[in-house]
């Protein structure tokens, strides 16, 4: 098939295209690079099936030739990059939806659009389903994402039921392997550059909150299997539903790294999601999926990929 992925560049994107690729189809990535790195991409130059531009899909596409299938990821999504770019990611969240949605109408292609666990904000709900609306601040300094992708999965939604536009949406819960920046504020990465720098671990709150950590090819098997599925319109959890406790978890990075970092407590910020984890119930029945890859082998993967960037 004929494939454009947005946000191409960024950890998650790169994994898809190569997946995507493998599997013997025609790529096209589309990435603004304010997040996105092309050294993710660096290895797939020379490929004949695979084209890169640099373009902010706020801006449209000017794409010719056939497409089947559009995977819309373009967002900043780590901590840091949505609070020093609200204002982009909600653009990106709004205009840039709405513009590869024009694009797939054009065209007639199915769109999946990469929503979000931040979704359901700090859920009242554990674990979190599909069916549950979510407990979001829309003024708070989490909003920008938050409300991006909430707002992105109304637009989709609304050119399936008005354009009858063959749509999927997939709530994507904490993934994390190689390709993940160390400085991006998420807490695996966080946790293991403090480690292998003998730094202390920096834990908010009492870490009693918990997270669900899903490794990236796992995810994008699921997001494949998603946008091939007969699913419909209706968000799908993708995600890993063993829950760790965050102090457990930077017990267990230390572990893992031979750190003698001690763990540091701060206060907790605002809005931050006291529990997280994914109801995968709808994702094994309709798209018999599952993750499949051990937490402590995902680790050494990922740990490996940090060693070499250090």
Request: glycine share 10%; charged share 25%; net charge neutral.
């Amino acid at each position: 098939m004929h494939i454009v992925v947005t946000g191409a560049a960024g950890f998650v994107g790169s994994h898809l295209v190569d997946r995507l690729l493998a599997d013997g189809h025609t790529v096209v990535g589309l990435d603004n690079l304010c997040t996105g790195n092309p050294k993710n991409l660096e290895h797939l130059k020379g490929n004949a099936d695979f084209t890169f531009h640099e373009v902010d899909i706020c801006k449209g596409s000017q794409l010719d030739g056939p497409l089947d299938r559009l995977y819309n990821l373009a967002s900043p999504a780590s901590p840091i990059d949505y609070h020093e770019l609200g204002i982009e990611t909600l653009d990106v969240g709004s205009r840039g939806v709405r513009a590869m949605l024009e694009l797939a109408v054009a065209r007639g292609a199915r769109l999946l659009q990469a929503s979000t666990s931040e979704c359901y904000g700090d859920p009242l709900v554990h674990p979190q389903t599909e069916s549950y609306y979510g407990n979001v601040n829309p003024i708070g300094p989490r909003s920008v994402y938050d409300e991006s992708k909430r707002f992105a999965e109304a637009l989709v939604t609304a050119y399936h039921r008005y354009r009858k536009l063959d749509v999927r949406i997939a709530r994507i819960f904490n993934t994390y392997g190689p390709r993940m920046r160390l400085d991006d504020g998420r807490v695996l990465p966080a946790f293991v550059g403090q480690a292998l720098r003998g730094e202390p671990l920096t834990v908010f709150g009492d870490g009693s909150q918990t997270r669900s950590f899903c490794y990236v090819s796992d995810l994008v098997a699921g997001l494949v299997g998603l946008m091939e599925s007969d699913a419909g319109p209706g968000p799908v959890n993708l995600g890993n539903p063993q829950e760790i406790a965050i102090i457990d978890f930077a017990r267990e990075i230390l572990a893992l790294t031979g750190s003698k970092s001690r763990i540091e407590h701060r206060e907790l910020p605002k809005d931050d999601p006291k529990l997280r984890c994914p109801d995968i119930t709808r994702a094994r029945e309709v798209l018999g999926w599952r993750p499949r890859v051990p937490r402590s082998e995902g680790l050494k993967r990922t740990l490996d990929y940090f060693k070499e960037l250090l």
